[in-house]
């Protein structure tokens, strides 16, 4: 609150001064207390606030500098101005000097002077009373502000956090999902099972290799896995006979697996883009493919993507095509069924997963390093196949390793090749 003080405290051994004083300032609206004595003024000013503090030098109970040196310790905050005459000018200046007086006036006064020393004396109390508080009020709204910053800055962390949390959920609700049907493909048919496992791992490393990003290499990885979940309405027998051996109604019921894969999961929250990549597995890349004879851009990348790795790894379990066959096998099929770009990318992605027949040994997750070649399939705790067998660890892999486990532990040894 602005500091409205006008009381101005007059001390002068001459009463005749002090009733001039009076008399001069009767007009002005200012409070004004005199006393004869410097001791008796000290008392005073002990409990009664003031602005201005005139005092004589000259006094015999002790000198104006001296009273006001002994003012300043009680009220440091009041103005002091010293009375003096031509004699003691050079004590008031020295009092100048050393700050411990504002100003000084020569006795005999002239009264327009020393109304406007007066009234300058007050303004400047108040002047620096004012500055006074504002600088105070500065540095509290500082305080204040940095408190509300830190709170603010508590709060976002928190909301971080609680996203963080319902993300992490969610994810773990989506994988759920997926590992559910996985789950459902393994008991229908054990083979079927780990041909989706091997699809998705290696669909998500072709999709890298195509430069899919983000979002868009989760979504091909879960198409991977499910590509072939409407397998499970089709009778094992239709499924286990190869193409050639179905009669055309088996044929036909067989190749309605995509459609009814698309149907399972579109209804599934979060699978809607999976549902259509799984739709269009069996498309080719010439347009001869079903169930929509869908060609070359027409077929999502992800699907062209997916129907590689499947044609991979059909050639690769078995066991009458060596391992240059099946990669020659694919070249041949660039055009036709398969996009040849993907099929450039896999050549590329395949060749590195080396067989090898070297002695394997049990390592952690800390001891994995890049250029390692995996002995055993990398699973986490909950079935999630990360890496096939043979797979050569590459720098990034190591990485995306790293994060799943945090979220799907990897429990156990891990196991490479020496
Ligand atoms: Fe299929
Ligand atoms: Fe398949």
Same mark, same amino acid.
């Given at each position: 609150?602005?500091?409205?003080?006008?009381?101005?405290?007059?001390?002068?051994?001459?009463?005749?001064?002090?009733?001039?004083?009076?008399?001069?300032?009767?007009?002005?609206?200012?409070?004004?207390?005199?006393?004869?004595?410097?001791?008796?003024?000290?008392?005073?000013?002990?409990?009664?606030?003031?602005?201005?503090?005139?005092?004589?030098?000259?006094?015999?109970?002790?000198?104006?500098?001296?009273?006001?040196?002994?003012?300043?310790?009680?009220? !440091?905050?009041?103005?002091?101005?010293?009375?003096?005459?031509?004699?003691?000018?050079?004590?008031?200046?020295?009092?100048?000097?050393?700050?411990?007086?504002?100003?000084?006036?020569?006795?005999?006064?002239?009264?327009?002077?020393?109304?406007?020393?007066?009234?300058?004396?007050?303004? *400047?109390?108040?002047?620096?009373?004012?500055?006074?508080?504002? *600088?105070?009020?500065?540095?509290?709204?500082?305080?204040?502000?940095?408190?509300?910053?830190?709170?603010?800055?508590?709060?976002?962390?928190?909301?971080?956090?609680?996203?963080?949390?319902?993300?992490?959920?969610?994810?773990?609700?989506?994988?759920?999902?997926?590992?559910?049907?996985?789950?459902?493909?393994?008991?229908?048919?054990? $083979?079927?099972?780990?041909?989706?496992?091997?699809?998705?791992?290696?669909?998500?490393?072709?999709?890298?290799?195509?430069?899919?990003?983000?979002?868009?290499?989760?979504?091909?990885?879960?198409?991977?896995?499910?590509?072939?979940?409407?397998?499970?309405?089709?009778?094992?027998?239709?499924?286990?006979?190869?193409?050639?051996?179905?009669?055309?109604?088996?044929?036909?019921?067989?190749?309605?697996?995509?459609?009814?894969?698309?149907?399972?999961?579109?209804?599934?929250?979060?699978?809607?883009?999976?549902?259509?990549?799984?739709?269009?597995?069996?498309?080719?890349?010439?347009?001869?493919?079903?169930?929509?004879?869908?060609?070359?851009?027409?077929? !999502?990348?992800?699907?062209?993507?997916?129907?590689?790795?499947?044609?991979?790894?059909?050639?690769?379990?078995?066991?009458?095509?060596?391992?240059?066959?099946?990669?020659?096998?694919?070249?041949?099929? $660039?055009?036709?069924?398969?996009?040849?770009?993907?099929?450039?990318?896999?050549?590329?992605?395949?060749?590195?997963?080396?067989?090898?027949?070297?002695?394997?040994?049990?390592?952690?997750?800390?001891?994995?390093?890049?250029?390692?070649?995996?002995?055993?399939?990398?699973?986490?705790?909950?079935?999630?196949?990360?890496?096939?067998?043979?797979?050569?660890?590459?720098?990034?892999?190591?990485?995306?390793?790293?994060?799943?486990?945090?979220?799907?532990?990897?429990?156990?040894?891990?196991?490479?090749?020496?």
């Amino acid at each position: 609150m602005e500091d409205t003080t006008r009381t101005i405290l007059m001390v002068d051994d001459e009463e005749n001064i002090l009733s001039s004083l009076q008399r001069l300032l009767r007009r002005e609206n200012y409070n004004v207390i005199t006393n004869a004595s410097p001791e008796k003024a000290l008392e005073i000013l002990k409990h009664e606030p003031v602005s201005l503090i005139i005092s004589d030098q000259r006094m015999p109970e002790m000198d104006g500098t001296e009273f006001l040196e002994k003012a300043r310790q009680i009220q !440091p905050e009041a103005i002091r101005i010293i009375l003096t005459g031509y004699a003691d000018i050079s004590a008031a200046m020295a009092a100048i000097n050393q700050g411990q007086v504002y100003r000084f006036i020569t006795k005999p006064w002239n009264d327009l002077d020393l109304k406007a020393n007066i009234k300058q004396a007050i303004d *400047f109390y108040h002047l620096r009373k004012e500055n006074q508080r504002l *600088f105070e009020l500065t540095v509290q709204q500082n305080t204040e502000l940095k408190e509300l910053n830190e709170n603010l800055e508590r709060k976002v962390e928190e909301r971080t956090q609680e996203i963080a949390r319902l993300y992490k959920e969610l994810q773990s609700s989506y994988f759920k999902t997926i590992r559910i049907f996985m789950d459902l493909m393994q008991m229908y048919d054990p $083979a079927l099972g780990g041909h989706a496992k091997r699809v998705a791992v290696l669909s998500r490393l072709l999709a890298e290799k195509c430069e899919l990003q983000g979002e868009e290499l989760d979504v091909v990885e879960a198409a991977g896995s499910l590509h072939d979940i409407g397998l499970i309405g089709i009778p094992r027998e239709i499924i286990r006979k190869k193409g050639s051996g179905r009669t055309a109604a088996e044929e036909a019921l067989y190749r309605q697996h995509p459609a009814l894969g698309y149907a399972i999961l579109n209804s599934v929250p979060k699978l809607d883009q999976v549902s259509i990549l799984v739709k269009s597995h069996h498309e080719w890349f010439d347009g001869a493919g079903y169930p929509d004879r869908l060609k070359k851009e027409e077929i !999502p990348l992800g699907a062209r993507i997916i129907a590689v790795a499947d044609v991979y790894d059909h050639l690769s379990v078995r066991r009458d095509i060596s391992r240059e066959d099946v990669l020659h096998r694919l070249h041949k099929l $660039a055009g036709a069924e398969l996009d040849p770009s993907v099929v450039s990318a896999a050549i590329e992605v395949f060749s590195a997963i080396k067989t090898a027949d070297r002695a394997e040994v049990a390592v952690t997750l800390a001891d994995l390093r890049p250029d390692m070649v995996l002995a055993r399939e990398l699973k986490t705790h909950t079935g999630r196949l990360l890496m096939p067998k043979d797979a050569v660890l590459k720098e990034a892999y190591l990485e995306k390793i790293k994060r799943f486990h945090e979220i799907d532990p990897i429990v156990g040894w891990i196991y490479v090749y020496r």
